[in-house]
């Protein structure tokens, strides 16, 4: 059982591991602090059984990471594990293909039960919340937008989230070690699979898929 981990605070991510421990004591566990670190696991070919991901991570914007990803490794079981406890933040998390939701003040029981129920095949839900979601009109309203993030390969993505940070396409170029050419043409790629015509229009399409209320 490979597992993977990918949050930005390393005293999570040990409470995190103490927890799996507790129901899979014999599992394989590998640990990541940032989107970067995610992908670069995943494209080596090491695809884990489970990610358990953080909402507020680096080289994300909100629900971002989980629609790509999502999108990328659509068999890859997701469970989201957040500060947020918001049942709007919830549904739109398990609209977007997380399997689970567990909020970093649950108990480490309720940890391991998520994750042997995800494993399962089934989905898993804080117990305080109601049986049947009803998603509201701002979750279907990201939708159309989650399809065309899907819709970007996996250096777009990274393009998109740098550009959304403020770099300039020669810093892009320089970070991700190509061309300043090449950046354009991604970016350009980029317009037009979500439908805009600028940077502007790009990361306020990006902002759409943001959590409201930021917390640790």
Not at 30 to 41: D, F, G, H, I, M
Not at 203 to 215: C, H, M, P, S, Y
């Amino acid at each position: 059982m490979n597992i993977l981990i990918v949050d930005d605070h390393p005293l999570f991510r040990h409470a995190l591991i103490q927890a799996i421990r507790q129901g899979l004591p014999h599992a394989n566990i590998q640990e990541t602090a940032a989107v970067n670190e995610l992908y670069s696991v995943l494209e080596s070919g090491a695809e884990p059984d489970l990610v358990l991901l953080d909402l507020n991570l680096p080289g994300a914007s909100g629900f971002s990471a989980l629609v790509h990803v999502r999108a990328q490794y659509p068999a890859l079981p997701i469970i989201v594990v957040s500060a947020h406890e918001e049942v709007s933040i919830i549904q739109r998390a398990i609209a977007h293909g997380a399997m689970g939701y567990i909020p970093k003040s649950a108990h480490p029981n309720d940890i391991s039960q998520a994750i042997e129920q995800v494993l399962e095949g089934d989905i898993w839900l804080p117990k305080n919340l109601p049986h049947h979601l009803n998603f509201d009109a701002r979750a279907a309203d990201e939708t159309a937008l989650a399809e065309r993030i899907q819709s970007l390969t996996p250096q777009q993505f990274r393009v998109l989230m740098m550009v959304a940070e403020g770099l300039l396409n020669k810093q892009i170029a320089y970070e991700l070690e190509v061309s300043e050419a090449t950046i354009k043409a991604h970016v350009t790629a980029i317009f037009r699979k979500l439908g805009v015509q600028n940077r502007t229009q790009a990361v306020l399409a990006i902002g759409a898929l943001n959590i409201d209320e930021q917390k640790i």
